[in-house]
Nanobody, 119 residues
Framework: QVQLVESGGGLVQPGGSLRLSCAYS????????MGWYRQAPGKQRELVAV???????IYQDSVKGRFTISRDNAKNTLYLQMNSLKPEDTAVYYC?????????????WGQGTQVTVSA
Protein backbone atom coordinates (compact mmCIF):
# COMPACT_ATOMS: atom_id res chain seq x y z
CA GLN A 1 0.00 0.00 0.00
CA VAL A 2 1.44 3.34 -1.07
CA GLN A 3 0.32 6.59 0.58
CA LEU A 4 0.82 10.11 -0.71
CA VAL A 5 -0.04 13.07 1.49
CA GLU A 6 0.09 16.59 0.10
CA SER A 7 0.42 19.75 2.17
CA GLY A 8 1.31 23.40 1.75
CA GLY A 9 -1.69 24.69 -0.14
CA GLY A 10 -3.56 27.81 0.83
CA LEU A 11 -4.61 31.30 -0.14
CA VAL A 12 -1.97 33.59 -1.63
CA GLN A 13 -2.04 36.92 -3.42
CA PRO A 14 -1.04 37.23 -7.08
CA GLY A 15 2.73 37.37 -7.35
CA GLY A 16 3.17 35.40 -4.17
CA SER A 17 4.79 32.03 -3.54
CA LEU A 18 3.85 28.67 -2.07
CA ARG A 19 5.71 25.42 -1.64
CA LEU A 20 3.74 22.20 -1.87
CA SER A 21 5.00 19.02 -0.28
CA CYS A 22 4.05 15.41 -0.90
CA ALA A 23 5.19 12.84 1.64
CA TYR A 24 5.16 9.30 0.30
CA SER A 25 5.32 6.06 2.20
CA UNK A 26 4.53 2.39 1.98
CA UNK A 27 5.78 -0.54 -0.01
CA UNK A 28 7.24 1.07 -3.12
CA UNK A 29 9.04 -1.23 -5.54
CA UNK A 30 10.96 1.43 -7.44
CA UNK A 31 9.97 4.92 -8.45
CA UNK A 32 9.79 5.56 -12.19
CA UNK A 33 8.59 9.14 -11.90
CA MET A 34 6.71 11.53 -9.65
CA GLY A 35 4.71 14.55 -10.55
CA TRP A 36 2.17 17.22 -9.81
CA TYR A 37 -1.14 17.62 -11.55
CA ARG A 38 -3.84 20.19 -10.96
CA GLN A 39 -7.54 20.49 -11.57
CA ALA A 40 -9.42 23.76 -11.66
CA PRO A 41 -13.22 23.90 -11.27
CA GLY A 42 -14.95 22.77 -14.45
CA LYS A 43 -11.68 21.74 -16.10
CA GLN A 44 -9.85 18.50 -16.68
CA ARG A 45 -6.90 17.49 -14.56
CA GLU A 46 -3.68 18.64 -16.20
CA LEU A 47 0.00 17.92 -15.82
CA VAL A 48 2.01 20.62 -14.04
CA ALA A 49 5.44 19.06 -13.64
CA VAL A 50 7.16 15.68 -13.62
CA UNK A 51 10.49 14.50 -12.28
CA UNK A 52 11.89 11.18 -13.45
CA UNK A 53 14.01 8.85 -11.35
CA UNK A 54 17.15 10.15 -13.04
CA UNK A 55 16.27 13.71 -12.14
CA UNK A 56 15.11 15.00 -15.50
CA UNK A 57 12.08 17.27 -15.38
CA ILE A 58 9.16 18.28 -17.57
CA TYR A 59 6.98 21.34 -17.06
CA GLN A 60 3.75 22.57 -18.50
CA ASP A 61 4.53 25.62 -20.64
CA SER A 62 2.42 27.95 -18.50
CA VAL A 63 4.51 27.27 -15.38
CA LYS A 64 8.01 27.19 -16.89
CA GLY A 65 10.29 29.63 -15.13
CA ARG A 66 7.87 30.01 -12.21
CA PHE A 67 7.52 26.51 -10.75
CA THR A 68 10.24 24.09 -9.71
CA ILE A 69 9.74 20.41 -8.96
CA SER A 70 12.21 18.60 -6.73
CA ARG A 71 12.49 15.47 -4.66
CA ASP A 72 14.28 14.69 -1.39
CA ASN A 73 14.89 10.94 -1.36
CA ALA A 74 16.14 10.98 2.23
CA LYS A 75 12.87 12.51 3.40
CA ASN A 76 10.65 10.63 0.94
CA THR A 77 9.15 13.93 -0.06
CA LEU A 78 8.29 15.57 -3.37
CA TYR A 79 8.11 19.36 -3.61
CA LEU A 80 6.67 21.97 -5.91
CA GLN A 81 8.00 25.47 -5.41
CA MET A 82 5.57 27.92 -6.97
CA ASN A 83 6.62 31.52 -7.51
CA SER A 84 4.97 34.46 -9.25
CA LEU A 85 1.60 32.86 -8.77
CA LYS A 86 -1.29 33.94 -10.97
CA PRO A 87 -5.05 33.64 -10.46
CA GLU A 88 -5.12 31.02 -13.22
CA ASP A 89 -2.93 28.79 -11.04
CA THR A 90 -5.90 28.34 -8.72
CA ALA A 91 -6.72 24.63 -8.55
CA VAL A 92 -6.52 21.50 -6.47
CA TYR A 93 -2.99 20.17 -6.80
CA TYR A 94 -2.40 16.42 -6.76
CA CYS A 95 0.79 14.49 -6.22
CA UNK A 96 1.33 11.30 -8.21
CA UNK A 97 3.86 8.47 -8.03
CA UNK A 98 4.49 5.98 -10.83
CA UNK A 99 6.23 2.73 -9.98
CA UNK A 100 8.76 1.17 -12.30
CA UNK A 101 6.71 -1.99 -12.80
CA UNK A 102 5.76 -3.75 -16.03
CA UNK A 103 3.23 -1.77 -18.02
CA UNK A 104 0.72 -0.65 -17.17
CA UNK A 105 2.77 0.85 -14.39
CA UNK A 106 1.24 1.28 -10.95
CA UNK A 107 0.13 4.88 -10.49
CA UNK A 108 -0.77 6.34 -7.09
CA TRP A 109 -2.43 9.65 -6.20
CA GLY A 110 -2.68 11.84 -3.16
CA GLN A 111 -5.89 13.43 -1.93
CA GLY A 112 -5.02 16.89 -3.24
CA THR A 113 -4.35 20.28 -1.71
CA GLN A 114 -6.18 23.49 -2.62
CA VAL A 115 -4.23 26.45 -3.97
CA THR A 116 -6.13 29.70 -4.35
CA VAL A 117 -4.50 32.77 -5.88
CA SER A 118 -6.59 35.85 -5.27
CA ALA A 119 -6.30 39.43 -4.15
Amino acid sequence: QVQLVESGGGLVQPGGSLRLSCAYSGSIFQIYAMGWYRQAPGKQRELVAVIRSGGSTIYQDSVKGRFTISRDNAKNTLYLQMNSLKPEDTAVYYCTLVENTPTPRNNYWGQGTQVTVSA
